[in-house]
């Protein structure tokens, strides 16, 4: 158990509709990064977040976005979902830039 | 630009053989370097990581890499490998620069009885 909590593990929905990813990150980190996993694109970094600011920014889409809130949480929104969406995704946390990072379990989305 | 090259997509070994992973990056200074596994419908669980010093590396379950600085390499080997080591391997690569790992694709390991 990495410390990392992300919520749900499961989600199913249909095109066009939009959902919201949770992450609880470690206790006393302070770096939360989202990232895609799929079969056809591997392991992909979408954007990581330090201290509720955006810090970097990876292959993220327009029709996604995230945000940190004071509490280090932090949410992924990914709206007019297409099937091309259906992935793994994970969050990470560390406890600066450029410290090792734990992932959490993963949420599979699969949009139909 | 960096980048991250693991050649082998997937490795079968017998059970209790010697294992080794390839991965090569691609930067121009020393990076920080890291080996992650990750077991059927798991997240990733750091093995191991080389951010300076002494360039063998020893990481959990039995797992050790080192870091070839004139080979661009950070090779993940285990002397005797076990069934419950069967699972995806990425190597990643990081930098002062930014903040972003760069990840390899992943080997698969698979392991025969």
């Known amino acids: 158990d990495s410390g990392v909590t992300q919520t749900p593990k499961h989600l199913i929905t249909a095109t066009g509709q939009r959902v919201t990813l949770r992450c609880s990150p470690r206790s006393g980190d302070l770096s939360v990064y989202w990232y895609q996993q799929s079969l056809d694109q591997g392991l992909q970094f979408l954007i990581q977040y330090y201290n509720g600011e955006e810090r970097a920014k990876g292959n993220i889409l327009e029709r996604f976005s995230a945000q940190q809130f004071p509490d280090l949480h932090s949410e992924l929104n990914l709206s007019s979902l297409e099937l091309g969406d259906s992935a793994l995704y994970f969050c990470?946390?560390?406890?600066?830039?450029?410290?090792?990072?734990?992932f959490g379990p993963g949420t599979r989305l699969l949009v139909l | 630009a960096q980048s991250v090259t693991q050649p082998d997509i997937h490795i079968t070994v017998s059970e209790g053989a010697s294992l080794e992973l390839r991965c090569n990056y691609s930067y121009g200074a020393t990076p920080y370097l890291f080996w992650y596994v990750q077991s059927p419908g798991q997240g990733l669980q750091l093995l191991l990581k080389y951010f300076s010093g002494d360039t063998l590396v020893q990481g959990i379950k039995g797992f050790e890499a080192e870091f070839k600085r004139s080979q661009s390499s950070f090779n993940l080997r285990k002397p005797s490998v076990h069934w419950s080591d069967a699972a995806e391997y990425f190597c990643a690569v990081g930098a002062d620069s930014n903040y972003q790992l760069i990840w390899g694709a992943g080997t698969k390991l698979i392991i025969k009885p």
């Open positions: 990470a946390s560390s406890v600066g830039n450029q410290e090792t990072q734990y």
